[in-house]
């Protein structure tokens, strides 16, 4: 179970981001958060792994406490969570393989991560892209690779941590339908299956609809809309996408 309790972000600039946000996502839900841009989707999804540090409220973990109550709580957790970014985030002059072996390094300390990783970490990386599809192409450069297929080795990366939690901003916002569609599949199947926890913002109501257990709409930083993807009607989307941009810099 993950918890926020009353996040709220105010940028150094004074723009209010996320209004005092409070949710709690049960172990294995797979969550979608639906938005206008700007509506605060990678901010709330940047509190969750303490990229950013809310002004206010906390972010509870089941078993860890506050995510924030330490730097050794925070790694931790860090250890445990797998992000996946829309433009995949890979290392176009490394294979497939060396970028999945990427997210075995956070599992060992900082001067072992300079040696040669152990073959159960070789193995896993290879396991986590059979499981997205690609072990023949493990070999091959990430710049080689189609749009599809890097974010599938974005996801295998985000899978060789072996996470409780995923947090995928965007995931599929700049593939085409079919290959979004597909790739969302994928993670979604995965996620299924290892009874992984994840929060993904999104920008086609077709796939929240498809794909997730439960929806958030958010709207100029506040919660707008929470419920099941067969209740997005369509006043429910004019409620989030129609909002007025009524916040923004503070007083
Ligand atoms: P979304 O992911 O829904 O598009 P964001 O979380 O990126 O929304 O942005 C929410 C609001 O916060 C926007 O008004 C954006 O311009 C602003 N914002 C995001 N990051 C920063 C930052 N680092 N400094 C100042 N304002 C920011």
Redo the contacts with the bound molecule.
Sequence with gaps: MLRLHDIA?T???G????LPVNLSVPKGQFLV?L????????????CLNGL?KPTQGDVTVEGLGSIFGDARTLREHRTHTGMIFQQHHLIGRLTALQNVMIGRLSAHSTLRSFFPLPRADRLLALQSLERVGLIDRALDRADQLSGGQQQRVGIARAMAQQPQIVLA??PVASLDPATAEHVLADLHRICREDGITAIV?LHQIDLARQFADRVIG?AN?RIVFEGTPSQLSQSILDQIYLAAPSR?AAA
């Design positions: 972000v940028f150094p600039n723009v209010r981001a996320v958060l938005g206008p841009s700007g509506a605060g989707k990678s901010t709330l999804l940047r950013v901003d965007e913002s958010l930083g923004k």
